[in-house]
């Protein structure tokens, strides 16, 4: 599936001289199916007019008809307003869908070899490598995952190295790799592996490993025996094959992935919490069982419904780690895959949670299985999408069609990110994670079907039937299915309940995911809970400008004013580099929080440097400790500490504590001793360190 080539029964037939055609041409080999002219004109010439654009589609359907010859002719179908290939023309990509559809992995992988129509770089195209690559990296996984659980650790380490190579700076893939060279014995290439990871991430992206692969590589280089020279002798076969001497490392995912047969397609779940109320949560359009947990917003939101209740998470088919079919599910699939987890989970009778495009199948499941819905509780969902006479509540249909085309044409980006969380948009760190969390989840490809089919669903006939209590949730300015969507569904459920939540975002955990479970476990269990603060552990990174007043005073306010928005300005934009978050700035002082140590002093140290490129003497103190999450903002011990070495450190001096200075052993980081010191309001004297270089 790499060069583009064109044969018929055998033989090479020329491709088209003319560059749009050749486009057109590998477009419809992608894109299966009849697509209309006006599509087809967009694709070739956005910026032209739109008789100029279409004239170019015909002009490149001759050019496809006079490569193809008389021979090839019947392979292009042409109506008057509709372009496409015939149903019977072959392609490899119909092959590599077809084989991942069937579950044969290692022929879709064999499929995949070499880059998608190479030489060609039009956004589409680099969308749907994206999506190849993405969906090859999946099989993979799942052909180590078999590997692995047939005994053959080796071949499973085979498959896990051909997944890392495609994205080398994935640290899952490359965690994964080494678990299993460590599980097959091989700890002196698992460590290899992880110095290998060290360095790129270094030179790429100026960062270290995560938290959880550099556990990992810890649990290896303690847990191994025999040292280079290999076992130090036979020993009974362990459960992962070769001998008990070999390194046996856990999955660094807690939760085990099950999976439900529905007819003949596996779905994943898997069960989190262990509370008396059975919870299932019927995801959005697009979920993945492991990649979820990597988002501490979502984790935190998963963790709070498992506090009262046990949850079962899965993965419709089409999605995450359940099977794929290249087909979007109808709602009586959906159905019968709910079913099929609750009867593998051991769940009789459970509350439903319906999310987005998940709403519409838990309340049709709902109301034809009331023997099996203890409560049904919505978020941010529908009846129906499309505007109507008798619907006045719906979207226009332009509108609905720009959406997918919006988010179709930036998949392997962020797309949309302004409809789903406009609180996350300038979030660094969450649209790398949104990105993945798409590509991931499901193809672009798939996603366009998927909603599609979602946009033309309705099941206001079945609302009236619906006899489970219900709440309905809804963002009071969700802006990809506003209020009056929800509203509707509590008008027409009978004894449903509406709150409304003040944000504006539709993903359920950017802004609000604590008081989303709250009225979810307030409406499940009878009572709300008074909630501890949430704490977690951060690094905390405070910079302000030495000598502020005095510059003022030299400067006159208005030229302070300008640098000082400058200083700013930099401060932000060097904290999202490093994929920190911004906590407050108050003048010339900020406070920025980071989930790794050696990040947060990389960052605090580049914007001293660009600070002082531009005269302006700044200072930093860092620490890492357990801090309160208060209305967004950080408190606690932990930050007060850190904000007392930042009042402790000279100008141009990145001040670390000693817990900072531990935890970032072997980034590269070097440090000189302070000294012991009393740190205002602080018990006790910290050992403090000042970054070297």
């Not at 990871?197 to 847990?223: K, M």
């Not at 969450?430 to 099941?459: K, Q, Y």
């Not at 980034?667 to 602080?682: A, D, K, M, T």
Request: aromatic share 6%.
């Amino acid at each position: 599936m790499s060069d583009f080539a064109l044969e018929h029964e055998g033989l090479a037939l020329p491709l088209p001289e003319s560059a749009r055609a050749r486009t057109l041409l590998a477009w419809l080999a992608v894109n299966r199916g009849m697509h209309s002219r006006s599509r087809l004109a967009g694709l070739l010439r956005p910026d032209a007019t739109e008789e100029s654009a279409r004239k170019s589609v015909r002009d490149a359907v001759w050019a496809i008809r006079q490569a193809l010859g008389e021979a090839g002719k019947p392979a292009l179908v042409t109506e008057r307003e509709r372009v496409g290939l015939a149903e019977d023309v072959e392609t490899d990509f119909d092959a590599f869908r077809a084989a991942l559809a069937a579950g044969r992995a290692e022929e879709a992988v064999g499929l995949a070899e070499g880059e998608l129509l190479p030489g060609m770089d039009d956004d589409w195209i680099i969308a749907a490598r994206d999506e190849v690559s993405s969906d090859v990296g999946e099989a993979l996984r799942r052909l180590a995952e078999t590997a692995e659980a047939e005994g053959d650790v080796e071949a499973a380490a085979q498959w896990a190295r051909r997944r890392a190579a495609l994205d080398p700076l994935a640290e899952e893939p490359v965690r994964e790799l080494i678990r299993l060279l460590a599980a097959a014995g091989d700890r002196g290439r698992a460590l290899k592996t992880y110095e290998e990871l060290v360095g790129r991430l270094e030179r790429e992206l100026r960062t270290v490993p995560s938290e959880d692969t550099r556990a990992l590589v810890a649990r290896v280089r303690t847990g191994a025996t025999g040292g280079a020279a290999g076992p130090a002798g036979p020993g009974p076969p362990s459960a992962l094959g070769g001998s008990s001497n070999a390194t046996v490392v856990p999955p660094p995912l807690a939760r085990e992935v099950r999976y439900a047969r529905s007819g003949e397609l596996n779905i994943a779940y898997t069960t989190v919490g262990d509370g008396p109320l059975d919870l299932v949560f019927t995801p959005g359009f697009v979920s993945h069982l492991e990649v979820f947990w990597e988002e501490s917003a979502a984790a935190g939101f998963l963790r709070r419904l498992a506090s009262f209740a046990r949850v079962i998470l899965w993965d419709k088919r089409e999605q995450g780690l359940s099977d794929r079919t290249g087909r979007a599910p109808t709602l009586e699939q959906g159905q019968d895959d709910l079913l099929a987890v609750m009867d593998a989970a051991g769940v009789e009778r459970a509350a439903v949670v319906g999310v987005s495009e998940g709403g519409p199948m838990s309340i049709l499941f709902a109301a034809s299985h009331p023997d099996r819905v203890t409560g049904l509780a919505l978020y941010g969902t529908h009846a129906r999408v499309l505007e109507a006479d008798d619907y006045p509540e719906g979207i226009p249909q332009e509108v609905v069609e720009a959406t997918i085309d919006k988010l179709v044409d930036g998949w392997g980006g962020a797309p949309c990110l302004d409809l789903f969380a406009p609180s996350l948009m300038d979030d660094a760190q969450f649209r790398a994670w949104w990105s993945r969390a798409l590509r991931s989840g499901t193809s672009a490809g798939s996603v366009r079907s998927v909603m599609e089919l979602n946009f033309h669903i309705d099941v206001r006939a079945i609302l009236p039937s619906v006899r489970a209590p219900t709440l309905v949730l809804h963002a009071r300015d969700d802006r990809l299915l506003p209020l009056p969507l929800g509203r509707y569904l509590a008008d027409n459920i009978p004894d449903a309940r509406l709150v409304t939540v003040p944000i504006a975002d539709h993903i359920p955990f950017a802004a609000a995911g604590d008081e989303i479970v709250d009225e979810i476990e307030a409406f499940l269990t009878g009572h709300r809970p008074a909630r501890e603060p949430e704490r977690i552990l951060t690094t905390v990174v405070f910079t302000d400008v030495v000598g502020s007043t005095e510059r003022a005073a030299d400067l006159g306010d208005r030229r302070w004013r300008g640098l000082l928005q400058t200083y700013q300005a930099l401060v932000r934009e060097q904290t999202a580099n490093h994929q920190g978050r911004e906590i407050s700035t108050t003048g010339d002082g900020s406070l920025a929080s980071f989930d790794g140590p050696a990040r947060a002093v990389r960052c605090a140290e580049t914007i001293l440097a660009e600070a002082e490129a531009r005269d302006l003497p700044v200072r930093a103190g860092v620490h890492t400790g357990e801090c309160e999450i208060v209305d967004g903002d950080l408190a606690g011990m932990a930050v007060h500490i850190g904000a007392r070495i930042g009042e402790m450190a000279e100008a141009g001096e990145v001040l670390v504590s000693s817990t900072v200075r531990d935890l970032v052993v072997g980034s590269g980081l070097e440090f000189s001793e302070r000294g012991e010191s009393e740190l205002r309001g602080v018990p006790d004297r910290w050992r403090l360190f000042a970054l070297a270089g």
